[in-house]
């Protein structure tokens, strides 16, 4: 903790002259080399992506493609279905995060901010599920998405996704952060507490809806079993089941994971370049009289 | 908050019970369903499918996509659901006590008294007097061989009695003599799998048997895996699994002159050396070496067969059950032979598969290919699953040299007794 | 308006909020939840009924050595990996919160691991961890270490290996959470903090800890639960072994419902893994109570 305290009033008060412009150097020094140990194994996966199957995994490491096979990326293209994993994805990301962020945050006011009975039994459940390990229900709960007729449809990836603990977890804590002398004086203006939801609290958590959605968006673009359990027909396929299966039908066809990776992580990097930066300092402040 | 939980409660009840509506037509054209996975490269499925059509023009066959790695696992959340197809696989052996005894699967009897005797593979699926699903296929493990390897090293080549003494010897050799002539290939590959050791050593052990509990003979096996490695014969172990190395590069790509694998790698190793995945060079197949030299090898691997839904209908049970003697029978034994397939009936398929393209046609090869006595991988019985996998710990274990061959047998018995028998 | 009926009214709406998240939460997960908190105490092969067989499960997972094991390591990895993984995303978050140039690419860097898909990730450590070629132990040999661990070849280093992996892999998630945190505290707190005096370390203390209170006690939370829950990475890297020295409780419920038809025992130990991790949240809830009051 001592380590990471000292540089913050130098990057946080760039008024000290005299030492910021070396620790900012030295700073972005040691920024640049963690960032390059995190970032090799995926340098190794894109790598990885241009070489020929037998290639991928040799004795020893081979770090650079020597031959680049540029036409794995036309392969995995042409000999998959790739726009309709994309397709499918995309909308199942973009139903479940808009679902999971407005019902979510939505339980959540009523767990944070307003009053009644048996209101800390009915979290405790939510939270108790999260505990339960998912391999250990999802037969149960198969069977029930399949009298729902659910099954081998894309709602049932939806309903499976949209109505987690995680949400309401996270939004009622950020809840709680926001001082109950706001709401009561908006309560005081006759506002409803719909009103206040819409009005003061959702524009309050815009950086907790932020990494909500974010969080959301990832872990339905990367849920692999969900689909694999639920989604039969070649046309309802999501792109790691796609990707997977694809992958275990060439057998062995290592660069084409590393592939077919490569490509599922991207739109996800576009994405997170674009809503991080919501977490800037202020945004949720302003307004706030702590 | 009562009231509305008695009404989702009603709601509940309401679609937990309304069943699934059967077919009520019992003329006219019919449509079976049947479970496959990766159905583009995996073309058995459906050249039984119209091989069958040929024959039976009123019924159809729809197949179904499961995937490769996790068949099981969906089929048995499909069959708990009541979703399944009309006839599905039996990947494995490990899994068909747990169809068999959760009474998934349709008694097929009178399917197998009409079988012909050359049909391998039947035995383990009789149980109680009664037969539950239906081989056709049935491989066995071989050793295949790198003949220009060989010649290279100048190493003789295998001429089927090779014992495993005699095995670990050529590996030995061989890693020698091609390292003396530049090559880079060891002298074999065993894959990282529990039954390189295991599945032989169950089979040619008089008297070994998996729900004993115990386990000393697989003792000679693993001293046999390990010598190997500490000789540098063979990629180690902790190489093989954390490089995740294929068992097919390194044959195809002439990583290794020797490895023992099933006879479902001939298929592959075909259609990559056509493809250019792995290198064209000669090879051959062998049978799998013995623990003492016998008049028919002993070797090793579970039959693939077909399984009936049994909550289909009367009438597609009756139809499903003319598409499990087809696929057993002599017609569809060819066409898969054709494909690279080891069909159920071995016999009626060599001619065919042996002439394949690139396929090896010695002597060697053939007897390799036709005489041995395959026993199953996983016996059938309600200890199987469990104990295979206190035995893929001990595998695991012995391999990595995390634990001494005696210590890992004594912990796998005594898990074996207190986990598993004990019940 | 009388009191009973005002408080019927709050009632009304809190419950209006809470409905149409609560539905989907109540047949789809909480309904299949308690089935299970049933069938742990039943004989159940999951296709046909279960047989009630009252406390046998349990009294068998008594006596069930590998049961043990995988709750020894499962404990292992959760005593280190939490705390590990706290410090980590704390102090990323903490660096990554402020106006600096590529703060965005930075974060998406941090950020990069959690979002690569898991197989990816458990074959590219598995090779640097590879015991005789792989980069991690050329460096240590390069460094001077004559025996390097084998890392997830071994079962003394399998779990450290696991652990830094799993590190790895959640730090960004959780530096995510930290951010969302960070931006709730009123910046006017650090301002009044150094008109008084306080110097860094202080401020930290005395403003941005407590500030965080209830982001931090969400993470934690989160944080347990995850670690006493850890599978697909543990199931991709090590598949447990060698041996048994990386199975944890999560892998030990698949491999006894799926691979050995055992549902009912595989639901009995998911009751004892529930009933853990809900212990230690209960404890987290009572410490942040009284810590807040």
Same mark, same amino acid.
């Given at each position: 903790m001592t380590t990471l305290s000292r540089p913050i009033p130098v990057v946080l008060r760039p008024t000290t002259p005299r030492r910021s412009r070396s620790w900012r150097l030295l700073g972005y020094l040691a920024l640049a080399a963690a960032s390059a140990g995190v970032l090799l194994p995926f340098y190794w996966m894109v790598m990885s992506s241009l070489k020929t199957n037998n290639d991928v995994f040799t004795l020893p490491v081979e770090w650079i493609a020597a031959d680049p096979v540029w036409s794995n990326y036309a392969?995995?293209? &042409?000999?998959?279905?790739?726009?309709?994993? #994309?397709?499918?994805?995309v909308l199942l990301s973009a139903t479940v995060t808009f679902l999971q962020v407005f019902t979510g945050s939505f339980a959540a006011y009523g767990f944070a901010k307003i009053r009644f009975p048996g209101r800390d039994a009915l979290f405790l459940a939510y939270i108790g599920t999260l505990a339960v390990p998912w391999q250990s229900y999802m037969v149960p709960q198969f069977v029930m998405m399949s009298k729902l007729q659910l099954t081998d449809t894309l709602w049932s990836i939806v309903a499976l996704q949209a109505f987690g603990a995680l949400g309401v977890f996270m939004m009622k804590q950020f809840y709680e952060t926001v001082p109950d002398e706001l709401l009561d004086a908006a309560r005081i203006d006759g506002m409803s507490e719909y009103g206040i939801y819409r009005r003061i609290m959702l524009p309050l958590s815009a950086p907790a809806l932020a990494s909500l &959605? #974010?969080?959301?968006?990832?872990?339905?673009?990367?849920?692999?079993?969900?689909?694999?359990? +639920? #989604?039969?027909?070649?046309?309802?396929?999501?792109?790691?089941?796609?990707?997977?299966?694809?992958?275990?039908?060439?057998?062995?066809?290592?660069?084409?994971?590393?592939? $077919?990776?490569?490509?599922? %992580?991207?739109?996800?990097? %576009?994405?997170? #370049?674009?809503?991080?930066? +919501?977490? %800037?300092? $202020?945004?949720?402040?302003? $307004?706030?009289? $702590? | 908050m009562k009231r509305s939980l008695a009404a989702v409660t009603a709601f509940l009840l309401a679609v937990t019970g309304c069943g699934s509506g059967g077919d009520a037509e019992d003329s006219g054209p019919i449509t079976l369903t049947l479970a496959g996975w990766s159905l583009a490269t995996t073309p058995e499925f459906k050249t039984l499918a119209d091989g069958f059509r040929g024959t039976h023009p009123d019924i159809t066959i729809e197949l179904k996509e499961y995937d490769a790695n996790n068949y099981d696992t969906q089929m048995t959340a499909d069959l708990a659901a009541g979703k399944a197809p009309d006839v599905y696989v039996q990947k494995n052996l490990k899994n068909f006590y747990t169809y068999q005894h959760g009474k998934q699967l349709a008694d097929v009897s009178d399917v197998a008294a009409k079988l012909g005797s050359s049909v391998g593979g039947l035995a383990p699926y009789q149980v109680d007097g009664k037969t539950w699903a239906i081989p056709y296929r049935s491989d066995s493990w071989v050793l295949f061989y790198n003949k220009a390897l060989f010649d290279k090293a100048g190493v003789e080549h295998p001429d089927g009695t090779w014992t495993w003494e005699r095995y670990s010897a050529a590996a030995k050799e061989l890693t020698t003599k091609l390292k003396a002539s530049g090559s880079k290939a060891l002298g074999?590959?065993?894959?990282?799998?529990?039954?390189?050791?295991?599945?032989?050593?169950? *089979?040619?052990? *008089?008297?070994?048997?998996?729900?004993?509990g115990n386990f000393g003979y697989l003792k000679p096996y693993y001293e046999t895996a390990l010598g190997l490695q500490t000789a540098g014969a063979q990629v180690s172990f902790g190489d093989a699994t954390t490089n995740s190395l294929t068992y097919q590069a390194q044959f195809g790509k002439q990583q290794a002159a020797m490895m023992p694998m099933g006879t479902w790698y001939i298929a592959t190793l075909l259609s990559q050396q056509a493809k250019g995945d792995a290198d064209s060079f000669a090879w051959g197949i062998a049978p799998a070496p013995q623990l003492t030299t016998s008049a028919t090898p002993v070797t090793f691997a579970d039959p693939t067969g077909f399984g009936i839904n049994p909550k289909s209908s009367e009438r597609k049970i009756a139809a499903a059950k003319d598409f499990l003697a087809y696929a057993a029978g002599p017609d569809a034994a060819k066409a898969l032979a054709g494909i690279g397939v080891t069909p159920a009936d071995n016999a009626s398929a060599v001619d065919t598969i042996l002439a394949l393209e690139g396929a090896p046609n010695d002597e060697v090869s053939r007897l390799a290919y036709t005489k041995h006595d395959t026993k199953p991988e996983n016996p059938v019985s309600e200890y199987t699953a469990p104990l295979q996998n206190v035995l893929k710990d001990l595998h695991t274990a012995i391999m990595s040299g995390s634990k001494p061959i005696d210590a890992a047998i004594t912990e796998a018995q005594d898990r074996a007794e207190s986990e598993v028998l004990s019940k | 308006m009388s009191a009973a009926r005002a408080r019927w009214r709050t009632t009304a709406v809190g419950l209006s909020f809470l409905l149409p998240n609560f539905l989907g939460f109540l047949i789809l997960t909480l309904v299949p939840v308690v089935l299970l908190f049933y069938y742990g105490f039943t004989e159940w092969d999951v296709f046909g009924g279960a047989t009630w067989s009252g406390l !046998?499960?349990?009294?068998?997972? @008594?006596? !069930?050595?590998?049961? @043990?094991?995988?709750?020894?390591?499962?404990?292992?990895?959760?005593?280190?990996?939490?705390?590990?993984?706290?410090?980590?995303?704390?102090?990323?978050?903490?660096?990554?919160n402020r106006k600096l140039r590529g703060v965005g690419f930075f974060r998406t860097v941090a950020f990069f691991p959690y979002i690569t898909s898991v197989v990816a990730i458990a074959q590219i450590w598995n090779m640097l961890f590879s015991p005789g070629f792989g980069p991690v132990n050329e460096v240590l040999r390069w460094l001077g270490v004559a025996n390097p661990p084998g890392w997830t070849t071994s079962a003394d280093a399998s779990m450290p290996a696991v652990i830094l992996v799993g590190t790895w892999r959640d730090m960004g998630y959780y530096m995510l959470l930290f951010l969302a945190g960070l931006q709730t505290i009123p910046g006017q707190l650090y301002e009044a903090a150094r008109v008084d005096g306080a110097n860094a370390w202080q401020r930290f203390r005395a403003v941005t800890l407590p500030g965080l209170r209830p982001t931090t006690f969400f993470i934690t939370v989160l944080l347990t639960i995850g670690s006493f829950k850890v599978f697909d990475l543990i199931l991709v890297m090590t598949d447990g072994g060698p041996g048994q020295s990386t199975l944890v409780l999560s892998q030990y419920i698949y491999k006894k419902g799926f691979q050995e038809n055992e549902f009912g025992y595989a639901s009995a130990v998911s009751i004892v893994l529930f009933a853990i991790c809900f212990l230690v949240t209960v404890v987290q809830f009572v410490v942040n109570k009284r810590g807040s009051s």
């Open positions: 392969d995995i293209w &042409a000999k998959s279905d790739m726009t309709t994993w #994309l397709g499918n994805t &959605a #974010l969080i959301t968006l990832v872990t339905t673009w990367n849920d692999y079993l969900g689909p694999l359990l +639920y #989604l039969r027909s070649p046309d309802l396929w999501t792109i790691q089941l796609g990707l997977k299966s694809f992958i275990s039908q060439y057998n062995a066809e290592h660069a084409l994971i590393m592939t $077919g990776s490569v490509l599922s %992580v991207l739109p996800i990097v %576009v994405i997170f #370049l674009a809503g991080q930066r +919501y977490f %800037v300092e $202020g945004i949720a402040t302003t $307004g706030l009289k $702590g | 074999t590959y065993q894959h990282t799998w529990q039954s390189t050791a295991q599945g032989f050593a169950l *089979a040619q052990t *008089a008297g070994a048997e998996l729900p004993s | !046998d499960n349990f009294r068998r997972m @008594w006596g !069930d050595a590998s049961f @043990w094991t995988a709750l020894g390591n499962t404990g292992y990895y959760a005593v280190f990996h939490i705390p590990l993984t706290l410090a980590v995303s704390l102090g990323l978050a903490l660096l990554l």
